[in-house]
């Protein structure tokens, strides 16, 4: 009990400094996510393969790494892996940065091997997660400073290596529960298309199992990025009792690595372990690591907050042009009005006799000065009204106004068929009533295949269920008989590859398509 409350109170103060990180981002600088490789650690943050960095991978950007593992067991002795086994481990992680200085992440390990003597030869390994704070450091700074929080789920049914902390895969394969904090520091020259990152790592890790002890981990590594797609790594790495540090003969080990990076935020990682520790004498334990480990890793991410981005950079310009429109007009009536101001008190002026005059040509340019302030107010209004009506708009709505096409992709027919399915029909429902709203666009409604089965039976399929959702749209809204047409296409136009199931299902599906592009400007000024 004692351990356990322990283990909570050091995760605790690792959660407040992660929440005090959070409270700093409302001041923090953007961070390009268009920049940003996919540079991961085995838990999917930034960072060598062993070492995490405190630079930001950009407010919504999901990523995701696998990793694999292998080395052989040179001698066999009590507590470790037999001699000549291989033992290989893998781990899929991901982070989700939901700021730009504080992301999430988690990892699922596995392990296997052959020639490997125990009942538990294979299985899953551990799960973990946590959470990483990034101080909101101005962009220019030389140095980033972060820490983590970690919750290391002892899942595995085998602790391969069970001397002290000893084995490369000993958070991978762990049986008991450890929760963890980490402070990283960050040093960066230059940019991501050449620079030179230095990196440092503090962190402790207790157990709830009352007979381990708490351990200390240390790493530190200094990274290359020779080119925008080669970057080349050098880490060191410990992991010790905090009550008993034996550095040299605890795990020590000498990390190389070479990534290979793409345009399309996929990155290629190889490398090794390199075992720097010494052998324990008197010990049974004599060997905290083997020799060397080789070890690989794939990486992927993309900006789940893209499309968001770019809609509201396209609002806040559009409001600006119509800003800009309005002043414009309303200078320009106002220099009207000013004009004939003065013509009627010129008028006035040269001569009495023409005083019903000008004050005729004054009451013109008094209803002038009216009519510029209505017309302005519903110009405001009307724009007021538009942005009302385009936030109202649902997301099927806004993807058939932005792109002209909309899948139907709640509309089911059972196989070979061409009855639309009753699950369907509250679906037509809603877009009959939606295309009512818009009566100057003209569609298609277009039926489409995979390429199981005739060519000319597929045709045909298809054009029996475009021609049975255009009768049923115009059952429900007679007003779109002569603006909706039917077209089967089979399987002539396929959105993907026919090789597989699931690309065989997305060929097969109904389209709206919107045939006179040039009406979507009306509804998208």
């Known amino acids: 009990m004692k351990r356990l409350m322990q283990s909570v109170n050091m995760l605790s103060r690792c959660v407040s400094v992660c929440a005090f990180l959070a409270a700093c981002t409302a001041t923090a600088l953007t961070v390009d996510t268009t920049q940003v490789p996919p540079l991961m650690t085995g838990w999917a943050i930034r960072g060598l393969p062993q070492v995490a960095s405190a630079e930001s991978q950009g407010a919504g950007r999901l990523s995701v790494c696998v990793t694999g593992a292998w080395y052989q067991q040179k001698t066999g002795f009590p507590g470790a892996p037999n001699a000549g086994a291989n033992i290989g481990t ?46 909101p450091l101005p962009e220019q700074a030389p140095f980033r400073l972060g820490a983590q929080a970690v ?7 085998n602790q391969i290596n069970k001397n002290y902390a000893d084995g490369y895969n000993y958070f991978d394969t762990r049986i008991g529960y450890d929760f963890m904090g980490r402070a990283i520091e960050a040093f960066v020259l230059g940019d991501e298309y050449v620079g030179f990152r230095l990196l440092l790592n503090e962190a402790f890790a207790t ?39 034996q550095i040299q003969t605890d795990p020590l080990w000498l990390t190389p690595s070479l990534t290979f990076r793409t345009p399309y935020f996929t990155s290629l990682t190889l490398g090794g372990d390199i075992s720097l520790s010494s052998d324990r004498t008197g010990d049974p334990a004599v060997r905290a690591l083997e020799q060397y480990r080789l070890f690989g890793g794939l990486s992927f991410s993309v900006d789940a907050l893209a499309h968001k981005r770019r ?35 010129k008028a006035h002026e040269d001569s009495i006799a023409q005083a019903r005059q000008a004050d005729s040509l004054a009451t013109v340019a008094r209803s002038l000065a009216q009519k510029a302030i209505a017309d302005s107010l519903a110009l405001v209004d009307s724009n007021r009204k538009l942005d009302e009506e385009r936030s109202k708009r649902s997301d099927v ?26 699950n369907s029909k509250p679906y037509l429902n809603i877009i009959a009533k939606m295309l009512a709203k818009y009566p100057k666009l003209m569609l298609e409604v277009g039926g489409h295949t995979d390429n199981v089965g005739g060519y000319t039976m597929n045709q045909r399929l298809s054009q029996l269920r475009a021609e049975s959702v255009r009768l049923y749209l115009i059952n429900i809204e007679p007003s779109l008989s002569s603006r909706l047409t039917a077209m089967g296409y089979g399987p002539s136009v396929p959105k993907a590859e ?9 060929n097969r599906r109904t389209e709206l398509t919107v045939v006179n592009k040039d009406a979507l400007k009306e509804y998208n000024p």
């Open 90 to 135: 893998g781990a899929l992680g991901f982070s989700f940065a939901a700021s730009n200085y504080i992301e999430i992440f988690g990892t699922v390990a596995g392990f296997g091997g052959s020639k490997y003597q125990s009942e538990n030869s294979s299985g899953i390994g551990t799960i973990s997660a946590g959470v990483l704070g990034m101080l």
């Open 151 to 157: 919750v290391v789920g002892g899942t595995s049914s």
């Open 207 to 245: 157990s709830v199992q009352e007979s381990q002890a708490n351990l200390m981990m240390l790493a530190g590594g200094v990274q290359g990025i020779l080119a925008r797609y080669y970057v080349v790594g050098l880490e060191i790495n410990s992991r010790t009792y905090l009550n008993n540090v």
């Open 311 to 345: 809609v509201a950079a396209e609002a806040e310009q559009r409001r600006i042009a119509e800003k800009a429109a309005l002043e414009q007009k309303t200078h320009q009536l106002k220099g009207e009005t000013d004009s004939l101001t003065r013509i009627a008190r």
């Open 397 to 422: 709505e806004k993807k058939l106004l932005s792109t002209g096409m909309l899948i139907l992709d709640a509309v089911y027919f059972e196989s070979g068929k061409a009855e639309i399915s009753i």
């Open 498 to 506: 026919n090789r597989t199931a699931e690309g065989r299902k997305i």
